[in-house]
């Protein structure tokens, strides 16, 4: 039901933000980006699109297996001054073709950009040949030269024009007098969420500037949520991370006060869920660390996130084979699909529970993939890229055509068994995770004193795995989660892609000072931090509101 409900467009911020103090605090930032734009190109903005980063609280690495998360959305955000482009006024020479954009933002750290669409016929760009979703255009298709080989600002602006440009206006079409133009666009951009910490900043990005060119061109209007999440996560995918859907629908469908229960099959499914109110103990927050180690997600791809993508997806295939369940040559499962196939149970009759009881059944079925290599040295307890064709029952041409044609991915030994272990085990607790939220919240007096007990215990089980199984975590990850643990959080875990970025731990409200106190004492990169430094290091946050549409009085 949230997943159908249209994006809120507003036309106040008290609308917008309903709690008067963050209001207040958030009215001088809208007003200066405001203010900073007319400056910059010399009109005001029509609209200010806003879209926030997001704290996975459990469920890390399952998404793209299509398995369900829960995340919140956190009050760091993006936000993006926008309006049609004068150009005359402006002197816009380049912008002016169709659709043009000027990109500016406030962190001088990034570059001004001005780049306009191309309509082309061939194929894709050298930087593209890696880009699955472009990789095959023999029609007329939009052009944007997303450099998918290092990290670039822009190429999150350009992801999400790309959406907006194929599907609200069909490159066949262009230029004909069957279909408008997309209009040239000013872009002045402003963000708080820190980037490559494992808070999305990406997907902010992205889903902002889909809502921005969305809104400019005047397409907005019977969008639903659910669509801009589908949207925002095939324009991801162009920036050259194979991701699931757990940033972008936190960053959209997200409500305060709420965290939300995301599941992605057989279609996308969004719960949102209040975090239970203990009354016998003091209220907890979430309070996320940034490790300081910034994950480079796009630039080491090829032996994280894609590798794990990669992993699973291959891991799937020889499940189903161990499992007697038959595959077309050319299929590409996921775990969870597997999963379906093996139940046999039409997934309309398979709610939470059932699904709950189908994974706690199919758990030693997973045993089947663990490798027999007794004799190697430990640490290489998995498959050679040989022995993965061979028992994936392709040849090693469909094998390359179907997993690795459309992915660059590096490793010598491959885990499928650990990587599977992970997802059906994570699966299973982001499940408990759910129940204990919702048991709590129907209980008609206080919910049961160990709740948050209960909620720790899973996330700390959920960084075991990761570091363990998934092997997304880092020492530095590692070494904050056991100092958040000694501070006295009731769990806490690596969020997010990991090898490296945030922490996120369960913290009693009224002792978050004192926490925060001893993480800065035990973490060394933290010694030498102050006032806002620390602060932009480590922070408590609160479930916030999802993407919105600001409108400006004109
Ligand atoms: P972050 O932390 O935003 O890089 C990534 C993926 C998610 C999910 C998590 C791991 C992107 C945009 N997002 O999150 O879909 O797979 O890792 O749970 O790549």
């Known amino acids: 039901m949230a997943a159908q409900l249209p994006v809120p467009v507003f036309t106040s911020l008290d609308q917008a933000i309903p709690d008067i103090q963050t209001a207040a605090v958030q009215a001088v930032r809208y007003s200066q980006l405001v203010e900073e ?123 999400g024009y790309y959406g907006v440009l194929s599907r609200f206006f069909p490159a066949a079409l262009a230029g004909s007098d069957k279909q408008d133009h997309p209009v040239p666009v000013d872009l002045l951009f402003t963000g708080s969420v820190p980037s490559g910490s494992g808070l999305s900043s990406s997907a902010a990005m992205v889903v902002a500037s889909t809502l921005a060119f969305l809104t400019v061109n005047n397409k907005l209007d019977g969008v639903t ?25 936190a960053s959209v469908i997200c409500t305060p006060h709420s965290a939300l229960y995301v599941t992605f099959f057989p279609q996308l499914g969004a719960e949102l869920i209040p975090l239970p109110t203990p009354r016998t103990t003091p209220r907890a927050v979430f309070v996320c660390a940034n490790s300081l180690v910034v994950s480079d997600k796009v630039v080491s791809a090829k032996w994280h996130y894609n590798l794990r993508v990669v992993e699973t997806l291959v891991g799937a295939r020889v499940l189903a084979n161990k499992l007697g369940i038959q595959l077309g040559p050319a299929d590409r499962p996921t775990f969870r699909e597997i999963l379906s196939r093996w139940l046999g149970t039409p997934e309309s009759e398979l709610d939470t529970d059932a699904l709950k009881v189908g994974i706690e059944r199919f758990l030693p079925e997973v045993e089947k993939l663990r490798p027999g290599h007794e004799g190697r040295p430990a640490g290489e307890e998995g498959v050679t890229m040989q022995e993965m064709i061979e028992l994936s029952g392709l040849s090693a041409e469909q094998f390359h055509k179907v997993y690795l044609s459309w992915v660059e991915v590096e490793a010598e030994y491959f885990q499928l068994y650990k990587r599977a272990r992970h997802v059906f085990t994570e699966a299973l607790r982001v499940i408990e995770f759910r129940d204990v939220c919702l048991r709590a919240n129907a209980s008609s007096d206080a919910p049961p004193a160990d709740t948050l007990q209960q909620l720790g215990a899973l996330m700390d089980a959920s960084h075991e795995s990761c570091a363990t199984l998934c092997e997304s975590s880092c020492p530095e990850v590692d070494a904050l989660c056991w100092l958040a643990k000694a501070a006295g ?59 919105f549409v600001l409108k400006l009085d004109a």
Not at 90 to 105: D, F, L
């Open 37 to 159: 734009y007319e400056k910059r190109f010399g009109h005001k903005p029509t609209y200010i699109a806003r879209a926030p980063g997001r704290v996975n609280l459990i469920g890390e690495h399952i998404d793209y297996v299509l398995f369900g998360a829960f995340p919140a959305a956190i009050e760091r955000d993006i936000l993006i001054a926008c309006g049609p482009s004068l150009s005359s006024e402006s002197g816009a020479t380049e912008t002016s073709a169709p659709g043009g954009v000027r990109a500016q933002n406030l962190n001088p750290k990034y570059d001004p950009q001005t780049f306009a669409p191309m309509l082309k016929s061939a194929g894709p760009s050298a930087a593209e040949e890696a880009d699955a979703a472009s990789a095959v255009h023999a029609e007329p298709a939009w052009h944007l030269d997303i450099n998918t080989r290092e990290l670039r600002w822009e190429s999150y602006i350009k992801a």
């Open 225 to 249: 949520k659910g669509q801009l999440v589908e949207m925002a996560m095939e324009n991801e995918k162009r920036v050259g991370v194979n991701s699931g859907g757990l940033d972008q629908a």
């Open 489 to 547: 959080a009731y769990g806490s875990r690596t969020t997010g892609a990991g090898w490296g970025g945030c922490t996120v731990s369960l913290v009693a409200e009224d002792r978050v000072e004192e926490f925060i106190g001893k993480i800065k004492e035990g973490y060394a990169p933290y010694r030498e931090l102050e006032g806002e430094r620390l602060r932009e290091a480590s922070f408590a946050t609160k479930p916030s509101a999802g993407a």
